[in-house]
Structure formats: structure tokens, C-alpha cells
């Protein structure tokens, strides 16, 4: 009797200690009630407070098509670690909020903050409604994506305002985003970091509502990293205004532009960035490989800027060698980070929980 009650505790013992394997490594999910804004910001203060710390296991947050509607509401924090939000289409799956605009300011109207390291975006939209074209504002700041943490990837994620939409705010992150969409008017990407767009597709918005004036595309500000924005076989639609591809916003702004397609080649300005800084005349400013619609080279053998900023001017190159533009390849700017390794496996594991849940 005695060695029949030891053989049945061993066994209910190793029983247990499987089932608990068997549920560490059972996925983290959480899914989200279709156009429920209410259930999506407690999903995301779920995920915050499962995935606390920065070694946790990989959360999946899953948001079925609908209109999330978050109101005046700005600022939603995700403070965890490790999550991935995974909507079930880009033009589907749409957060949305929109900031009384007397409150207007880049770090006032976001729809997302993103505090955490390691967040995966895929297959959804932000929309930051702030009435840009309202007369009584100097500056139209509404920020879809405000990026404090750092590894952030995002996949298939159409960011949607006018000025300051995306903003990397983190002097030393490093983010990724893959065949993703960003529309705007004004520095509608900023902030500092390296962050490489592979395959996006840029929309300059019309500046002013008489459709005047003219957009300016990335303002960044990099500090203690050393590539800065890398755009990389991007996209640029224009609706109306004429545009430039970047200014200097101040510390050490760096910008290359490579193998992009300009579906309006006329409405790039003649000197392509804008030579005026904002708090800075010195910059690395530069493109190669640059096409019209039909695939053409429409480079300029030199492009010579004279960037000023109050007293001072400098003349810098702006088009690259072909041996400096072969130095840009992810590996190279990722030394210790693979994210197109874990996009394609996190890309992977949501087509199954999707499938599975939705």
C-alpha cells in the first residue's frame, strides 16, 4: 500500500510539473471585442500588466476589423514588454482618436505611446483626427505613433495624421517598420534613432486647405546613434503641395533616401531638402537611386545644398557614391538585432492565432 501511495504522488508529481511546462509555454493571448474601444484600452492594461517586465514571455493582443474609436482620449501608454498587437487588416482594424486641438502639441495628442521594448505592430491603422486646417492654430502636432521604447517593429501599419505623425523619441532605439504606410505634411516623421522603412509608402498630404505651400517630410534629430532615418526602397505619393524629403531639426540629423520612387518627380522642390534647419546647419542629408514611376534613374549626378540656420550656412553633397550607399544594409545597421528574423516568425505566429481565435 505504502510503495502503491509513493508510485502515485512521483507520478502526480511529474504530472504537474508537465502541466506547468505545458503552460509556460502555452501562447499568451489576448483578444479584443470587434469596434469595442473600451475592450481594446483593457486589453492593452492587461498585456501592460502581464508583460511587466522586459524578459517576458511574448503576448499577443489580436483586434478584429472595426473602428476603435478612443474619442478626445489621448496618450494611451503601453508600458510592457514583449507585446504584439496584431489587427486582422491594415484598412480594417483602425485606432482612432481625435485631441481637442487647443491642447495641440507633439507630445500631447498621441494615439499610442509606446514606452515598452520589443512591440510588434501588424496589420492596423492610427489615426490621430486633430483638425490640422483649423485657422486659429499655428501648428497642427497630432501624433499617432509617439515611440519612447526601443526595438519597436511595425508590419503592415498605416500611420495617418498631418504633422508629427510618427515620432521616435528615444536618443538611442533602434525600429524597424516593413511595407507599412505614413501620411502627412511637416516633419511627419521625426525624432531620432535608427529606423529603417523597407517598402513603405509615404503620402504627402496637401500643407494648407487652399492645397498652398509645402510639405517637408522627415525632421530628425540624431543624437547617439549612427544612421539615423533610412529609407529604403520607399514610395512617395504627393497629392498637391510640392514637398522635400528633409530638414534638421538639431543635434546631429541624418536622412538617406534610397532606391526611391517619386510617383511626382515635378513636385520635389530643385534643392530636395530643405536648406533652412531648424536649430541646426549641419546634417548627413542624402539619396541615390532615385526613380520616377516607370522605373527610370532620375538621380542628379550632384546636388549641392547650402543648409543655413541663423548665421551659419554649410554646402554639403547630397547624392552618395555607390560605395557609400552599399555600406546601407540592415545588417549593418542592426549589429545586435535581427528584426526581419522576428517579423517573419511573429508574422507566422499571428496568421495561426488569428485563424485559431477570430
Same mark, same amino acid.
Given at each position: 500500500?505504502?510503495?502503491?501511495?509513493?508510485?502515485?504522488?512521483?507520478?502526480?508529481?511529474?504530472?504537474?510539473?508537465?502541466?506547468?511546462?505545458?503552460?509556460?509555454?502555452?501562447?499568451?493571448?489576448?483578444?479584443?471585442?470587434?469596434?469595442?474601444?473600451?475592450?481594446?484600452?483593457?486589453?492593452?492594461?492587461?498585456?501592460?500588466?502581464?508583460?511587466?517586465?522586459?524578459?517576458?514571455?511574448?503576448?499577443?493582443?489580436?483586434? #478584429?476589423?472595426?473602428?476603435?474609436?478612443?474619442?478626445?482620449?489621448?496618450?494611451?501608454?503601453?508600458?510592457?514588454?514583449?507585446?504584439?498587437?496584431?489587427?486582422?487588416?491594415?484598412?480594417?482594424?483602425?485606432?482612432?482618436?481625435?485631441? !481637442?486641438?487647443?491642447?495641440?502639441?507633439?507630445?500631447?495628442?498621441?494615439?499610442?505611446?509606446?514606452?515598452?521594448?520589443?512591440?510588434?505592430?501588424?496589420?492596423?491603422?492610427?489615426?490621430?483626427? /486633430?483638425?490640422?486646417?483649423?485657422?486659429?492654430?499655428? !501648428?497642427?502636432?497630432?501624433?499617432?505613433?509617439?515611440?519612447?521604447?526601443?526595438?519597436?517593429?511595425?508590419?503592415?501599419?498605416?500611420? !495617418?495624421?498631418?504633422?508629427?505623425?510618427?515620432?521616435?523619441?528615444?536618443?538611442?532605439?533602434?525600429?524597424?517598420?516593413?511595407?507599412?504606410?505614413?501620411?502627412?505634411?511637416?516633419?511627419?516623421?521625426?525624432?531620432?534613432?535608427?529606423?529603417?522603412?523597407? *517598402?513603405?509608402?509615404?503620402?504627402?498630404?496637401?500643407?494648407?486647405?487652399?492645397?498652398?505651400?509645402?510639405?517637408?517630410?522627415?525632421?530628425?534629430?540624431?543624437?547617439?546613434?549612427?544612421?539615423?532615418?533610412?529609407?529604403?526602397?520607399?514610395?512617395?505619393?504627393?497629392?498637391?503641395?510640392?514637398?522635400?524629403?528633409?530638414?534638421?531639426?538639431?543635434?546631429? #540629423?541624418?536622412?538617406?533616401?534610397?532606391?526611391?520612387?517619386?510617383?511626382? #518627380?515635378?513636385?520635389?522642390?530643385?534643392? *530636395?531638402? !530643405?536648406?533652412?534647419?531648424?536649430?541646426?546647419?549641419?546634417?548627413?542629408?542624402?539619396?541615390?537611386?532615385?526613380?520616377?514611376?516607370?522605373?527610370?534613374?532620375?538621380?542628379?549626378?550632384?546636388?549641392?545644398?547650402?543648409?543655413?540656420?541663423?548665421?551659419?550656412?554649410?554646402?554639403?553633397?547630397?547624392?552618395?557614391?555607390?560605395?557609400?550607399?552599399?555600406?546601407?544594409?540592415?545588417?549593418?545597421?542592426?549589429?545586435?538585432?535581427?528584426?526581419?528574423?522576428?517579423?517573419?516568425?511573429?508574422?507566422?505566429?499571428?496568421?495561426?492565432? /488569428?485563424?485559431?481565435?477570430?
Amino acid at each position: 500500500m505504502h510503495a502503491n501511495l509513493t508510485r502515485m504522488k512521483r507520478l502526480l508529481l511529474i504530472g504537474c510539473c508537465l502541466l506547468c511546462v505545458l503552460l509556460g509555454r502555452a501562447q499568451q493571448v489576448i483578444v479584443v471585442k470587434a469596434g469595442d474601444a473600451e475592450s481594446l484600452l483593457a486589453a492593452i492594461e492587461q498585456a501592460n500588466a502581464m508583460n511587466a517586465q522586459k524578459n517576458a514571455q511574448r503576448t499577443f493582443v489580436l483586434i #478584429p476589423n472595426g473602428y476603435y474609436d478612443l474619442g478626445e482620449r489621448v496618450l494611451t501608454r503601453i508600458t510592457g514588454h514583449n507585446i504584439a498587437f496584431i489587427g486582422e487588416s491594415m484598412q480594417g482594424t483602425i485606432i482612432r482618436n481625435k485631441p !481637442d486641438y487647443h491642447n495641440e502639441g507633439i507630445g500631447k495628442t498621441a494615439v499610442l505611446q509606446n514606452w515598452g521594448n520589443g512591440n510588434y505592430f501588424q496589420d492596423l491603422t492610427l489615426r490621430d483626427d /486633430l483638425f490640422y486646417y483649423n485657422n486659429d492654430m499655428k !501648428d497642427g502636432r497630432g501624433v499617432a505613433l509617439h515611440d519612447k521604447g526601443d526595438h519597436t517593429i511595425c508590419l503592415r501599419v498605416c500611420l !495617418d495624421s498631418h504633422q508629427d505623425t510618427y515620432y521616435s523619441d528615444n536618443d538611442t532605439s533602434q525600429h524597424y517598420f516593413e511595407d507599412s504606410e505614413i501620411h502627412g505634411t511637416v516633419d511627419f516623421i521625426c525624432g531620432n534613432g535608427d529606423v529603417w522603412f523597407e *517598402r513603405c509608402l509615404i503620402v504627402t498630404e496637401p500643407r494648407h486647405r487652399d492645397e498652398s505651400g509645402r510639405d517637408v517630410i522627415a525632421a530628425p534629430r540624431t543624437s547617439e546613434t549612427s544612421w539615423g532615418f533610412i529609407f529604403n526602397r520607399c514610395t512617395i505619393e504627393n497629392k498637391v503641395s510640392r514637398f522635400q524629403y528633409a530638414r534638421g531639426w538639431h543635434t546631429t #540629423p541624418r536622412c538617406v533616401w534610397l532606391y526611391t520612387t517619386l510617383l511626382t #518627380p515635378k513636385l520635389l522642390t530643385p534643392s *530636395r531638402f !530643405d536648406a533652412y534647419g531648424i536649430k541646426v546647419v549641419d546634417n548627413f542629408f542624402r539619396e541615390y537611386g532615385t526613380m520616377d514611376a516607370e522605373g527610370h534613374d532620375i538621380t542628379p549626378k550632384t546636388n549641392v545644398v547650402t543648409f543655413i540656420c541663423k548665421n551659419d550656412s554649410m554646402d554639403i553633397e547630397t547624392i552618395l557614391k555607390p560605395e557609400d550607399a552599399e555600406c546601407y544594409t540592415r545588417k549593418n545597421v542592426y549589429t545586435s538585432w535581427n528584426p526581419v528574423k522576428q517579423l517573419k516568425k511573429l508574422e507566422r505566429q499571428a496568421a495561426k492565432l /488569428l485563424k485559431k481565435n477570430l
